[in-house]
């Protein structure tokens, strides 16, 4: 239901209505998910590896079902190490290289001002859209942040 002329009381209660049926499918969903992972692990780990690939995605078939699986890879990097390759191969390293650097928002704000102004200026904040919820208070008008 959209529009303007929707009493806040009727799309109140839809809303909660709406907030606990999310809740009770998302449950459901994570049960299902985990006896799915459970269950076919192993399986799906042996698809990639007989493809010589430790990730990836793979469908294997079960009769009229198929299962699509994909296993991520992440990667990390150690600073330290690769900062001291960099600095003795930059020429080398430059073209395949992408630096990204940033402070975290609580270390930046303990920061002394001078510090601060080391800084600001390759600092940018972006706001993401409002986020807007109902809840039901008693009594008056209350205004409530979600």
Request: charged content about 35%; aromatic content about 4%; proline content about 3%.
């Amino acid at each position: 239901m959209t529009g303007t002329n929707h009493p806040i009381e009727a799309l109140c209660a839809e809303y909660e209505d709406a907030k606990s049926d999310l809740k009770a499918a998302q449950a459901r969903m994570k049960r299902i998910q985990g006896l799915l992972d459970e269950t076919f692990a192993l399986e799906v780990e042996a698809a990639l590896t007989r493809t010589g690939k430790g990730a990836g995605s793979v469908s294997i078939s079960k009769g009229d079902i198929t299962i699509e699986a994909s296993i991520t890879k992440k990667v990390e990097w150690d600073a330290e190490k690769l900062l001291r390759a960099l600095d003795d191969n930059w020429d080398e390293l430059k073209t395949v290289v992408s630096l990204e650097a940033g402070i975290p928002e609580k270390a930046y704000a303990k920061l002394v001002p001078e510090k601060r102004a080391l800084v600001d200026d390759a600092r940018t904040v972006r706001f993401g859209d409002p986020k807007v919820a109902l809840v039901r208070t008693t009594g008056d008008d209350q205004e409530v942040a979600a």
